[in-house]
Structures are given as C-alpha cells and as structure tokens.
C-alpha cells in the first residue's frame, strides 16, 4: 500500500493556469490517448484525495451535476476525501466525503478504506505537501505535457530535496513524459 501523487503537469511545473483551469492538457493532441494508462493505475487505487480546487474544477468540467455517472464511469465506487472549508455540490451516487480534519487523521482512514490498494492524492499541490511534510507521501508520478503556461498553481510547492527523492522510472507517453520518483520521509 503506498500514498501516491499521480498527476499531469507543464513542462515548467504547473498544474493548472491562474484561473485554474486544465484544459492546457487536453488541448495537448493525443492527449485522451496518451492517458490510457490511467485505468491499469486505477485498478490499484482504493481510496482518493483531493483539494476543493481540483474536486470543483472536475465537477464543473465533467458537467458532473448533470451527468452524475460520469463520476463512476471514472473513478468507480472508490471513497473520495475532499478538503474544504467551504460547503460543495456533492455528486449524486458518488462516495464523496468532504472534510477539514487534520492530514494524519484523513491519511488513517484513506489507508483503512483503501484496504490492500493505494491512496491517490490528485491534487492540489499544496494539498500534496502537506501529505509530504507530515511523511505520509510515498510517491510521485508526474506526466509531463509539452506544454509551458509560465504562471500557474505549482505541482508541488514545497521544497523536496534529492535525499527525499530517487527516480525508479521513466516512461514515454507519445508527447508526454512520465516521471516516477520514491518519497522517503
């Protein structure tokens, strides 16, 4: 079981534009092609986390208040934690569990829900290095698009150094790049 941060990024390090969109990504040809390998990543995943950011941006663009099975249709039946202070649509038929409860507390019962499967943290990246700073980020998977937005929310603002991070693979994705690293704590 690992705690893992699977995400698309810019070549200059960016989630998403200032205004917080991702349609950088999908605007990348191939793009739908080249993240096929998400369902053999899905298949191991028990349990998910994400920020209120990335959950409202999903919602919006996958019209999910109109088109509620999209949400299964993508993610299954698996638990999804989203950190919020602010009251949210939740998505109907999905297992959304909206939270401001401490990380630790949040990562025990992502861990218990997911069983034997990992945790995926989708993102914000702010999101992520509080998972990184209490030690409870176990990997990163970073999908690089050719593209660069120059300003943006950064993949990870955090500083992690080469002695928290090894490099165990490199994976050509037609025009992307995949990049994992182990995260020790």
Known sequence: MATIYNTATTLD???????????????VPGADDEEGGIEGFLSGIGAMAMGATTYEWVVEHES??????TWTAWYG???????THRDLP???????????????QVHAE?????????????G????????????????ITATIAPVTLGAGAPLLPRHLGADRLSLTSVTQR????????DVSS
């Open 64 to 69: 999910l208040m109109d088109r509620p099975a």
């Open 13 to 27: 390090g960016f989630l998403a534009t200032t205004d917080n969109s991702l349609q950088w990504l999908f605007d």
């Open 110 to 122: 992502l861990v218990a829900a997911a069983g034997d499967r990992d945790v995926w943290l989708l």
């Open 124 to 139: 914000g990246g702010d999101l992520v290095g509080q998972f990184a700073d209490a030690g409870l980020l176990d990997k």
């Open 77 to 83: 039946d698996r638990p999804a934690w989203v950190f």
């Open 90 to 104: 939740v998505v109907a038929g999905a297992d959304i569990r909206f939270t401001q409860a401490p990380i630790e």
């Open 174 to 181: 037609g025009q992307f790049a995949e990049l994992t690293y």
